[in-house]
C-alpha cells in the first residue's frame, strides 16, 4: 500500500498491522497531501491500495489519483482524520475514495474524545467491516471470523452528533480564524502561509506556515513559548525516518519535499474556541519575532 511520507504515523503503522507493506512516497509542497507524479513511480503490480491523507484539512488533488487507481485495479482509501467537512470540487472528502476513515480523537474537528468511523459505498467493504468492529461476530456468540471489539459506546455516539450538527459552524470559526492569520501574516517575507487549490473546500484542522529558514523555525516555536502562545511540527519526522518503519525504506529513495516539510513547518494555534484577540495577540508575537530577529 502507498502511503505519504509525511504524516502521522498510524498511516502507515495500521498498514502494517494489517500484514501489508507501506510503500512511502514524497507530498507537494503547496499542500502537504501525496505528490501524483512520485506516487505513480511507485506503483507495481504488488500494489494493491493507495492511502490518500488530505493533511491539516487541505483535500488531496483526487481526480489524478482516482484515475491511476481505476486505469490499474487499486484501491484509494482516504485517511480523513483531519478533513472533517473538508470539500474536493464541491464532494465532501471520505467519500470519493473506496472507503475512508474518521478519527474522534479529542482534537479533531469533531471529536468524541476517542474512537473513529469508516465510510463505504462498497457492500463487501462494509460487511467485512461491520465483522472486523465486533469480534466477526454474525450473531450471538455466533462468529465467521477473527475480528476486534471496536465498538464505540452509546455515549461518544450521543456526543458525536451533537458535533456532528455542529461541525459546519466549527469548521466555518476555523475558517475565519485563517482568514485572520492571511491577512496578518501573508505580508512577511519570511513565511509562507497555507495554499488553499481552487478545488478545495480547507477546514483548517491544522493553521501550518513555512518558515523560509529552516534554522529559525524553532527559534520563532522557542519564542512563541516564552510569550505563553503554543505552537506544534506536524510532524518533525517522516515515515521513512522513523525507527519503528526502517524495515519498510529501501537505501536510495529520497523523500526531499518530505525531508524539508520537515524542517519548515509550524502549526499556530487553531480551534473554534480561539477569539480573535487571541488570534491577533499570536500575529502581535511573530510579527515581532521577525523584527527583532537578525537574517
Known amino acids: 500500500m502507498i502511503v505519504p511520507d509525511f504524516t502521522f504515523f498510524a498511516t502507515a503503522s495500521t498498514v502494517v498491522l494489517a500484514g501489508a507493506k507501506p510503500v512511502f512516497a514524497d507530498v507537494d509542497l503547496d499542500t502537504y497531501t501525496i505528490d501524483v507524479h512520485d506516487l505513480e513511480k511507485r506503483i507495481t503490480e504488488r500494489t494493491k491500495a493507495i492511502v490518500v491523507v488530505h493533511l491539516y484539512g487541505h483535500p488531496a488533488y483526487m481526480d489524478p489519483i482516482m484515475k491511476i487507481a481505476e486505469e490499474r485495479g487499486i484501491y484509494v482509501v482516504e485517511d480523513c482524520a483531519q478533513s472533517h467537512g473538508a470539500e474536493y470540487k464541491g464532494v465532501k472528502t471520505g467519500s470519493i475514495g473506496h472507503v475512508s476513515a474518521f478519527s474522534f480523537y479529542a482534537t479533531k474537528n469533531m471529536t468524541m474524545g476517542e474512537g473513529g468511523a469508516i465510510a463505504t459505498n462498497d457492500d463487501f467493504i462494509k460487511e467485512y467491516v461491520d465483522l472486523q468492529r465486533n469480534h466477526g461476530q454474525v450473531e450471538k456468540y455466533l462468529h465467521k471470523d477473527i475480528g476486534w471489539n471496536f465498538r464505540i459506546t452509546e455515549l461518544q455516539g450521543a456526543l ?136
Not at 202 to 216: C, L, S
Not at 252 to 267: R, T
Not at 272 to 289: A, C, I, Q, S
Request: proline letters at 6%; glycine letters at 2%; charged letters at 25%.
Open 160 to 295: 458525536g452528533l451533537t458535533q456532528l450538527k455542529k461541525l459546519d459552524l466549527m469548521n466555518e470559526r476555523r475558517r475565519a480564524i485563517a482568514k485572520i492569520y492571511d491577512q496578518e501574516l501573508s505580508n512577511l517575507p519570511q513565511i509562507r502561509t497555507p495554499t488553499v487549490k481552487p478545488y478545495a473546500k480547507h477546514v483548517y484542522h491544522q493553521y501550518t506556515i513555512w518558515v523560509n529558514n529552516a534554522v529559525f523555525r524553532n527559534k520563532l516555536a522557542s519564542f512563541l513559548r516564552s510569550k505563553g502562545v503554543q505552537t506544534s511540527i506536524h510532524y518533525p519526522t517522516p515515515l521513512h525516518r522513523q525507527p519503528a518503519l526502517k524495515n519498510f525504506t529501501s537505501a536510495g529513495n529520497a523523500y526531499v519535499n518530505s525531508d524539508k516539510a520537515s524542517e519548515h513547518v509550524l502549526s499556530l494555534p487553531m480551534h473554534p474556541g480561539l477569539r480573535d484577540e487571541e488570534v491577533y495577540t499570536v500575529v502581535k508575537y511573530v510579527r515581532e519575532f521577525f523584527k527583532e530577529t537578525r537574517f
